[in-house]
C-alpha cells in the first residue's frame, strides 16, 4: 500500500488571530482525507512556544498544559523532522519525534502569515502549503501591498501610513496632516493585521484619536484610509502556482456598520452577517474582479492560496483591491472553501491540491542550484 503524506498542520500562533487559526486548524485537519494524510498537529502558544506531543490543540483550546510536551523544528533541510524537546539537568535534549512530508500552516496575522514560519520551513528544506516568504510579507503589510499594487497599475483606496512612534510624539500634527487630506469618515487599522482585529471606523477627530490609539496596540505601522462611500465587500479566492485561476466572487453583507471581528467571528444567528455567493454583480464585473484578483496574486509571486478582497463603491461603481490573504480563513463558514465549493472544487479537494501545489513548488525550487559553477569549469 502506498504510504500516507504525514502532514504537519501548524496552528495558534504570536498573533491577535491566535483564536481564529484554532478554529480554521480545527476544520482543515476534520476535513482532511485519513486514509490519504497522517496529521500532526503542530500548536504555538501566544508566548511563541512549540507544541507537538499529545494534543496541542487540547493545550491551546483549554489551557492545559500537561496534554502536549514542546518541540522544535530544526533550519537543517538534512533533519526534516519535528523534534520533541526534554528538559534535563542544565541541557536540553532534542529526539525526533516525527518526519513530516508536507506542513500546512493554518497560522493568521504576525509570526505566522507573515513570512517568518514561511522562512524556517525554507531553511528545513520542507514542502508548505501557502506563499513563499517574500509574498507572504507582501501580503501582509498593507502599506508596502497597496504601493505594490499602484506599481502595477491595480486600484487602491487612497491612504496614508504613519508610524507609532511619530503618533505618539505629535498627536495633534498627524490629525492636522490626516484632516488636512482626508474628509471623514476615515478607516484606521494595523499595516500589519488581519480578521479586523484593531480596525475602526472614525467619524470625527475623537473617533480618530481612539482609532489610532487602538491600531496603535497591534502595529508599528498605522494606516489610515479613505472611507470608500457606500462600500460593498466583494471576495475572490485564488488558487494556483505559476497559472492561478480565481473562483466565483462573492459578496459580504456585514452585520455592522463594516466587516469587524465582531461582525466576522461573534454575531450569530439572525444578526450574523451574510454571505452572497455568487455575488449579485454584472457578468462584466465578475470578470473584472475575477482578474484582478489574479493579477494581484501575480504581481506579488504568491502562491497555493489567497484570498483577494476588493471594495466597490455603491455610488460611483469604482472597484478597489483591499488586501491579499495569503492564509485565508479556512473555518466551515470562511470566504475561501465556500467560494471554491461554489466553483466546483470541494473543501476535501480544495485541501488536496492545495497539497499538491505545495509539493510541486517545492520541487521546483528544488531544480534551483545552489553552487556557481562556470560554463568554462562546466565545459573541461
Known sequence: MKRKLRVGVIFGGRSGEH??????ARSVMEAMDKDKYEIVPIGITKDGRWLASGDPMKALTGGDNAASGPAALLGDPSRRALMRLEERERALEATRLAELDVIFPVL????????????????????????GVTASSLGMDKAIFK??????????????????????????GVLASIEARFDYPVF?????????????????RAGLMAGLNEAARYDRKLLVERAVPAAREIEVSVLGNDDPIASLPGEIIPS?????????????????SKLLIPAPISPELTARVRELAVRAYQAIDCAGM????????????????????????????????????ASGIPYP????????????????????????????????
Not at 306 to 315: I, K
Open 147 to 172: 504601493d505594490l499594487m499602484r506599481a502595477h497599475g491595480l486600484p487602491v483606496v487612497d491612504y496614508v501610513m504613519i508610524k507609532r512612534r511619530e503618533w505618539e510624539r505629535d498627536p495633534e
Open 108 to 131: 493568521h496575522g504576525p509570526y505566522g502569515e507573515d513570512g517568518t514560519v514561511q522562512g524556517l520551513l525554507e531553511l528545513a528544506g520542507i514542502p508548505y502549503v501557502g506563499a
Open 349 to 380: 479537494e480544495l485541501i488536496d491540491r492545495l497539497i499538491e501545489l505545495a509539493i510541486e513548488r517545492h520541487q521546483d525550487k528544488e531544480r534551483s542550484e545552489t553552487s556557481y559553477r562556470p560554463d568554462s569549469l562546466v565545459t573541461r
Open 256 to 272: 455592522r456598520e463594516f466587516y469587524s471581528y465582531e461582525a466576522k467571528y461573534l454575531d450569530e444567528g439572525e444578526r450574523a
Open 306 to 341: 489567497a484570498r483577494a478582497d476588493f471594495l466597490l463603491s455603491g455610488t460611483t461603481g469604482e472597484l478597489y483591491i483591499n488586501e491579499l490573504n495569503t492564509i485565508p480563513g479556512f473555518t466551515a463558514i470562511s470566504m475561501y472553501p465556500k467560494l471554491w465549493e
Open 19 to 24: 483564536e481564529i487559526s484554532l478554529i480554521s
Open 188 to 204: 484606521t487599522k494595523p499595516a500589519n493585521l488581519g480578521s479586523s482585529v484593531g480596525v475602526s471606523k472614525c467619524h470625527d
